[in-house]
């Protein structure tokens, strides 16, 4: 996944049972994807900065959108019903959607959890990394998605575009 | 009881990044103690079969004596994850609390 090029479309559904289609996203002013999982103590120890960059941002028409990926059938923890419980659990103020074909995760080359993914209004690329330099500094505050989403916002391109994602692999499907 | 000179071993997996931090911290905790740091054994869990034979819940997992450093619940999950640790404020870690660390060793190696 290149920053600059437009994302693979997908249409998944949250724990609620809604519907949510990238393209409904088109002409927004940013969008942001995150792969993560309940699993993973990276993406656990970035949750709550995830999930106040999505509350603090919501009214200048940013969208956080969750997606689990991984193969539910080994790693328990990311069923759906699990999915459903945390979220009802935590109040999350974002939807997590689940990708049981991995088709998703594997469209944007997702390699860890977290890897965060942020899109313009065209559903191009324009940030794709970590959340911040350090899963163990809360004071962070996921700057670097943050910087990116403000740059967005300001008409600028996102400095740095790109960064390493830092997490637990994606728990693949075997074969 | 521990044995007078126990083995210090480190098992990890490979899709786990927390593997070199956790190593550095063991290492200097162990240097601290006037401990070989070279004397950490580091075995790879590669399979879901080594995993399940292992108990292994989990990467980094520390052993001393064969004794899980942090003894992981009955109904914790085993196989190929990176393992949660709570550092003492409560925040959800991929590796132990330094301080931790360093009192579970000092109880084990005592």
Known sequence: MTVGFTVPAFDLTDTEGGAHRLADRAGEPATVVVFTCNHCPYALAWHDRIAAVARDYAERGVEVLCINSNDASRYPADSPEAMRARVEAERWPMPYLHDPTQEVARGYDARTTPDVFVLDGELRLRYRGAPDADHDQPALQAAWLRGALDALLAGEDPDPAETTPVGCSIKWKAG | ?110
Request: a negative charge; proline letters at 9%.
């Open chain 2, 1 to 110: 009881m521990v044995e007078a000179n126990p083995s210090i071993c480190l098992l990890w997996w490979e899709g786990c990044p927390s593997t070199e931090a956790a190593l550095a911290e063991l290492r200097a905790a162990l240097e601290e103690r006037g401990i070989d740091p070279d004397v950490v054994e580091m075995r790879e869990i590669a399979t879901d079969d080594e995993a399940d034979r292992e108990r292994f819940v989990g990467s980094p997992t520390i052993r001393v004596a064969g004794h899980d450093l942090f003894p992981p619940g009955d109904t914790d999950p085993v196989g190929l994850s990176c393992r949660i640790y709570h550092l003492a404020d409560g925040r959800v870690s991929p590796t132990p609390d330094p301080v931790l660390l360093r009192e579970e060793l000092d109880r084990r190696l005592k």
